[in-house]
């Protein structure tokens, strides 16, 4: 389903991924996450499939520590922003922690916040437990991504950012939990921080793409965090970035030209500036003698 810069736009659409099988054949799906319109205009005319407004705004945007500070409030303003980029690729908006936690009602409301905020389907972490949810969601005609393994928004209860499933009974769960979800009606599943055996296994047993982060080649797509694909975000290097370009050397650098040239006095010049006419100028005796 991928396509290049260059190939004509085709819409995506839950159904289209739901069947995106690499073992059917089909290409890697390749989910991107934005949180403005700038960056889902970029994603799109770079051909993604998909883009995910992810909860992660929490950390590569608003500066927190973790993603648990996000609220459905700034999740629907930044799906907002995206949507009104249109991009050709399915928007995902992210459930933010708390938004599907209450209850089955609680979860559908937040959820059409972000389907009214332009978002196509959400995303939501867990696996077994969170399966009431999910029937609710999809019984109101909202299309749920998965999301387990490393899942951010249980940081305190793992302990911090560990990779999950190392061993074979966490294995075995992980696999359990994504073919609930599928048998739920979850239209894909993103597999986050597990070894590439275990996303494998996981991604053999259901009939749904798997798109992994830190999950290894063997899934039906990857994921990656726009500020981390971008480098724009150089604090942190998880093992599993792979930086395409060094965006934020090349912004320090063009700010600091600009810095150096207005006290320089060089900018603006005047093909950057607005001038009166000749008249106007020559009425309010603008013009010195040599002017002339
Ligand atoms: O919020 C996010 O960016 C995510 C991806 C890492 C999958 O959930």
């Given at each position: 389903m991928s396509s290049s810069a260059?190939?004509?736009a085709t819409p995506v659409t839950v159904p289209s991924v739901r069947a995106n099988k690499v073992r059917s054949g089909s290409a890697p799906l390749v989910m991107v996450t934005a949180?403005?319109?700038?960056?889902?205009?970029?994603?799109?005319?770079?051909?993604?499939?998909?883009?995910?407004?992810?909860?992660?705004?929490?950390?590569?945007?608003?500066?927190?520590?973790?993603?648990?500070?996000?609220?459905?409030?700034?999740?629907?303003?930044?799906?907002?922003?995206?949507?009104?980029?249109?991009?050709?690729?399915?928007?995902?908006?992210?459930?933010?922690?708390?938004?599907?936690?209450l209850s089955a009602e609680d979860t559908v409301r937040n959820a059409a916040l972000l389907i009214r905020a332009g978002a196509e389907a959400v995303k939501l972490e867990g696996?077994?437990?969170?399966?009431?949810?999910i029937e609710a969601l999809v019984d109101a005609e909202i299309p749920v991504m998965g999301h387990i393994g490393l899942t951010p928004q249980s940081v305190h209860a793992m302990g911090g950012f560990k990779v999950q499933g190392r061993s074979s009974d966490a294995a075995l769960q992980l696999v359990?939990?994504?073919?609930?979800?599928?048998?739920?009606?979850?239209?894909?599943?993103?597999?986050?921080?597990?070894?590439?055996?275990?996303?494998?296994?996981?991604?053999?047993?259901?009939?749904?793409?798997?798109?992994?982060?830190?999950?290894?080649?063997?899934?039906?797509?990857?994921?990656?965090v726009y500020h981390d694909v971008l480098g724009i975000?150089?604090?942190?290097?998880?093992?599993?970035?792979?930086?395409?370009?060094d965006v934020k050397s090349v912004s320090v650098a063009a700010i600091a030209d600009y810095s150096r040239e207005v006290r320089e006095r060089t900018f603006p010049g005047p093909d950057e500036s607005y001038h009166l006419s000749h008249e106007v100028a020559e009425a309010l005796h603008l013009y010195g003698a040599g002017d002339k």
């Open positions: 260059s190939t004509p949180y403005d319109a700038p960056g889902a205009r970029i994603a799109s005319e770079a051909g993604v499939d998909l883009i995910l407004v992810g909860d992660s705004l929490a950390m590569v945007v608003l500066g927190y520590d973790d993603t648990l500070q996000v609220t459905i409030e700034d999740m629907a303003h930044h799906t907002a922003a995206v949507a009104r980029a249109k991009p050709h690729a399915l928007i995902v908006g992210d459930l933010p922690w708390l938004s599907y936690h696996g077994t437990k969170r399966i009431p949810m359990s939990d994504a073919k609930a979800l599928e048998h739920a009606g979850c239209f894909s599943i993103v597999l986050e921080g597990v070894p590439s055996e275990v996303a494998a296994m996981v991604t053999d047993t259901v009939n749904v793409p798997t798109i992994g982060i830190g999950a290894g080649p063997d899934c039906d797509g990857q994921v990656l975000e150089d604090r942190m290097a998880p093992k599993f970035v792979r930086r395409y370009a």
